[in-house]
């Protein structure tokens, strides 16, 4: 049977296919079919359904179950059956080594990866390898890596008349607090942040919405921006200092200053993001969205690994920061750049977003709004993959900065020129590469 729940600006969500056995198993199932083991006596004539097998004295069948019919309904009465040994629904399996999560997508009927090109092998950076990668070594989705993310908020508790988002119900949050508006608590009053933390770790496999890169993180809410989206110097440099403090090994920054802000007039930004590589954080900052061969502060700063964004035609987003200063790209949606001899590239076509359950409308209200495109968008795919690859293993208990990009730089995918260039950096993060035990480090 389907449940499904209404969030105002969402529609419908498929909460899951449920096949219900005894034990209510959420296994994902053949709609309508059940197999039913027969006991020793029953002619194969008489048995009903498409055979299976037989196996001493007993024989197998798949039925189709009547329209109508529930899934506990049939197994109740197929097992009050005489002769009948066993009634249990077609479960569905899957490779060995690929986790794929159950949730729907948008609409709630399409699937999450109907949705999520960004986290696919082809267009994206390979999430679902990623996964069966850092589950083999019994950290699924980078469990216990501490990410911190300052932004503008994260919806991770619901205060005053500010709510949870649906999709963080499993998601893990730890040291939360506010420079912004100091003794609150570091909810979202923008969307921003919690879109951001939606990519690195929204709650997967529950059944509800989208699902994150690195859904077994442990996330620190840094608020410092407002809820127009600002931030000065002193509260992100005070931000950068408190999670690194408080042992966040990674720091997604998915803020711009203007790109002609210098580092010698943001002294402040610099010296905090060197105690926080001093520290053993690997900071991870949006290059950003001006189009120009210049990546912005604080991405262009030499303690932080700069993002640009690809589209899902592997191309260069039009928006996008490059430059010599570039280190690598992930996917931010949007528009292909006008790029001379790439391929890949079509100039003038409508791009797909990057989506993530956060406000729409409202701080009351949730969904998964169109519209989010960035190199801030970016840097969270390359945040939730350095945390995969921590919880990989494949660098040791305690990798620094450098062994993690790296690892990084290592195994992404080349784009554009051979090696290293202006427009994609390192090339475009590769998760399942990253945590692929079969690369040595």
């Not at 690859?389 to 995918?413: F, M």
């Amino acid at each position: 049977m389907s449940v499904s729940l209404t969030l105002r600006g969402l529609g419908p969500v498929l909460l899951g296919s449920l096949a219900l056995a005894t034990s209510a198993s959420a296994a994902p199932h053949v709609p309508g079919e059940v197999i039913v083991g027969y006991a020793a006596g029953a002619t194969s004539a008489s048995l009903p359904g498409a055979h299976v097998a037989s196996v001493t004295g007993t024989s197998s069948r798949v039925l189709r179950l009547p329209r109508g019919e529930s899934m506990a309904t049939a197994l109740r009465r197929l097992r009050r059956q005489p002769g009948v040994l066993y009634a249990q629904p077609n479960y569905v399996a899957h490779a060995a080594g690929v986790f794929i999560p159950d949730d729907p997508g948008r609409g709630g009927a399409t699937g999450w990866e109907a949705v999520q090109w960004n986290f696919l092998q082809q267009d994206g950076v390979d999430a679902p390898d990623a996964w069966g990668n850092v589950a083999a070594v019994g950290r699924p989705g980078a469990k216990g890596v501490k990410i911190a993310v300052l932004d503008s908020g994260i919806a991770y508790r619901t205060w005053s008349r500010f709510r949870r988002s649906p999709d963080f119900d499993h998601t893990h949050f730890i040291h939360g607090t506010d420079f912004v508006d100091p003794g609150t608590p570091p909810v979202d009053r923008n969307g921003h942040g919690t879109h951001v933390a939606g990519t690195i770790a929204e709650s997967t496999n529950n059944a509800v919405g989208l699902t994150g890169l690195a859904y077994g993180a442990s996330i620190m809410p840094v608020r410092v921006l407002d809820s127009q989206g600002y931030g000065n110097v002193a509260t992100i440099a005070r931000g950068i200092r408190y999670a690194a403090r408080r042992g966040a090994q990674i720091i997604n920054l998915s803020l711009v200053f203007p790109s002609d802000v210098r580092g010698g007039e943001i002294p402040d930004i610099l010296h905090a993001l060197r105690y926080a590589r001093q520290h053993g954080a690997l900071v991870v900052g949006a290059a950003g969205n001006d189009g120009e061969q210049t990546v912005a502060y604080p991405a262009r700063a030499s303690d932080v690994l700069s993002v640009g964004a690809t589209t899902d035609d592997l191309c260069l987003a039009d928006y996008s920061n490059g430059g010599a200063r570039l280190d690598v790209v992930a996917p931010g949606g949007g528009g292909d750049s006008d790029l001379t001899g790439e391929p890949n590239c079509q100039p003038g076509k409508t791009g797909r977003d990057i989506y993530q359950m956060t406000f729409s409308g409202s701080a009351r209200n949730f969904g998964l709004p169109a519209g989010y495109q960035g190199t801030s968008m970016a840097a969270p795919h390359v945040s939730g993959t350095a945390a995969l690859v921590i919880a990989s293993g494949i660098l040791g208990h305690h990798p620094t900065p450098a062994a993690i990009v790296q690892r990084l730089e290592r195994t992404a995918r080349d784009l554009g020129p051979p090696g290293k260039d202006q427009w994609y950096g390192g090339g475009l993060v590769d998760a399942g590469a990253a945590t692929n035990p079969a690369i040595a480090p």
